[in-house]
């Protein structure tokens, strides 16, 4: 049985910074995508960034520059690297992982089979 489960977020000030991180059970990090979502009140799920089994990151252009994704395949664990935070980025956020195969199109929700409970993120101005 899969299971992601998400850790990391709070509340910070505008320009602060968080680290998020997701453990994984049940699943190996060799093939597939792993990637980190978020939603707001009020609005739809959306990708913030992806990685693939070799390391290859993409992100969304709200968040280039700012987040950093990254995995460690041996202790299964998924990370968001959050800089120079917005309020905009207040959410709840997802991780999420699919297997054998990444999404043909980058971040594709409806592609990704296993997600986390979701840690929120608040951030002030």
């Known amino acids: 049985q899969v299971q992601l489960v998400e850790s990391g977020g709070g509340s910070v000030q505008a320009g602060g910074s968080l680290r998020l991180s997701c453990v994984a059970s049940g699943l190996s990090f060799n093939r597939g995508c792993r990637a980190w979502f978020r939603q707001a009140p009020g609005k739809e799920r959306e990708g913030v960034a992806e990685?693939?089994?070799?390391?290859?990151?993409t992100y969304a252009d709200s968040v280039k520059g700012r987040f950093t994704i990254s995995q460690d395949s041996d202790k299964k664990t998924l990370y968001l690297e959050m800089d120079s935070l917005k309020p905009e980025d207040t959410a709840l956020y997802y991780c999420?992982?699919?297997?054998?195969?990444?999404?043909?199109?980058?971040?594709?929700?409806?592609?990704?089979?296993?997600w986390g409970q979701g840690t929120q993120v608040t951030v002030s101005a």
């Open positions: 990685i693939s089994a070799s390391g290859r990151p």
């Open positions: 999420a992982a699919t297997f054998p195969f990444c999404p043909y199109v980058p971040m594709n929700s409806r592609s990704y089979t296993y």
